[in-house]
């Protein structure tokens, strides 16, 4: 992908009705992105291992596995950005979607000018940390709180030694909070993005997933508060070499 237009990006889209993937992969080759239609859940998982794409569009309703496990161990490989598809219009799925690291969701039907839209949308965001991680390579190992981040591999490292896994969006998350701590960090700067829905749960639900990996307690967190009305606060000291 080259810095400045996401359109190069490779998408790999997962949609068992032929119809749906027609319209999908039409939409996204007119805006010009280069767009790859499979249908089962192995299928795609096969082809991301081979070579990593920049986005999978996961439908989760699949006929051979539930698409949700696509999602997961899509994580587990090289982690690319997700868009779920669905036709469920269920908040719990949506929500469970997002705490397995997908990026942003979509419901059926769409408008295929809004599926488009968010494509863009994720795919900047991936460009914007890529391209702060490329400026920024000398100090690649986070140090706070007895905890250790190294940027380039995504790895999180517990106080006790125990290797944390982190979704690709996650560490994206933890990576700008480590970038700027002690500092009120607004939903719009965490996302990277000027216009952010204020219904938009998926900040929340990503920033609670965090918490409980960083063994933060939601309740009383002491790492990373919430500050009402203004967005998240990353309270720990931190060292970088
Ligand atoms: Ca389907």
Redesign the pocket.
């Known amino acids: 992908m080259s810095s400045t237009d996401t359109t190069n990006a490779s998408i790999l889209v997962l ?3 032929a119809e ?1 993937a027609r319209l999908i992969c039409g939409s996204l080759s007119e805006y010009g992105f280069r767009c790859d239609h499979l249908t089962t859940g192995r299928q795609l998982l096969d082809r991301a291992r081979r070579a990593t794409p920049d986005l999978c569009i996961v ?5 051979d596995m539930d ?1 949700m496990q696509v999602v997961r161990e899509l994580q587990e490989g090289s982690p690319c950005a997700v868009l779920i ?1 669905t ?1 469920r219009n269920d908040v719990t799925d949506r929500v469970l979607g997002l705490e397995l690291g997908a990026d942003d969701y979509i419901v059926k039907p769409f408008e295929p000018r809004e599926l488009v839209a968010r494509v863009r949308s994720i795919l900047r965001r991936y460009q914007r940390a890529a391209a702060s991680d490329a400026s920024d390579t000398a100090r690649t190992i986070a140090r706070f709180a007895g905890w250790t981040f190294d940027r380039g591999l995504h790895a999180l490292t517990a106080p006790d030694g125990r290797e944390v896994n982190l979704s690709a969006a996650e560490a994206g998350l933890l990576l700008t909070l480590l970038q700027r701590p002690n500092r009120i960090l607004s939903r719009e700067q965490l996302l990277g993005e000027r216009d952010v829905d204020p219904f938009d749960r998926s900040i929340d639900v990503r920033m609670s997933r965090l918490r409980r990996k960083l063994d933060d307690d939601p309740h009383d967190p002491k790492l990373i508060k919430t500050v009402y009305g203004a967005g998240y606060l990353f309270t720990a000291q931190v060292a970088w070499d």
């Open positions: 949609e068992d009705e749906i439908d989760l309703g699949l006929p698409g598809l036709g």
